[in-house]
């Protein structure tokens, strides 16, 4: 049986207080959330800056509005959806691919991570 003893001031203790142990794990979680979009932003940013100074848009396959929108609402998936389609409109070096490359991993999508793979390889 866990113990419901209070915290001691190292922050676990004598004992384990699941109510208390809730918050830590759930601030923890919302840290390393963060650390991870601002990690995925890091790489979508380092993507965008591999574009050439004027880029081609296409409303189909990709703008820098809808970019700057998705990021601007957090939407990180949708930001590297729309970054991938202006990379396709642009002779995207394989630099861009690789950004895009580690935004996927870092948010573990796979099948974005297979894709951008598979472009390298070309």
């Known amino acids: 049986m866990l113990s419901r003893r209070p915290l001691n001031s190292s922050g676990l203790g004598g004992g384990f207080a699941p109510r208390q142990f809730g918050r830590w794990a759930a601030y923890f979680c919302a840290m390393n959330l963060e650390e991870s979009w601002n990690i995925t932003r890091h790489h979508l940013g380092n993507a965008r800056n591999l574009l050439p100074a004027s880029v081609k848009e296409n ?64």
């Open 59 to 122: 409303v189909e396959f990709g703008t820098l509005e809808r970019l700057e929108e998705w990021l601007f609402h957090n939407e990180l998936e949708l930001a590297l959806d729309e970054i991938e389609g202006l990379g396709e409109l642009n002779d995207s070096p394989a630099k861009f691919w690789e950004a895009l490359l580690a935004a996927a991993e870092n948010m573990n999508l796979q099948l974005h991570v297979a894709r951008y793979e598979f472009k390298l390889r070309k």
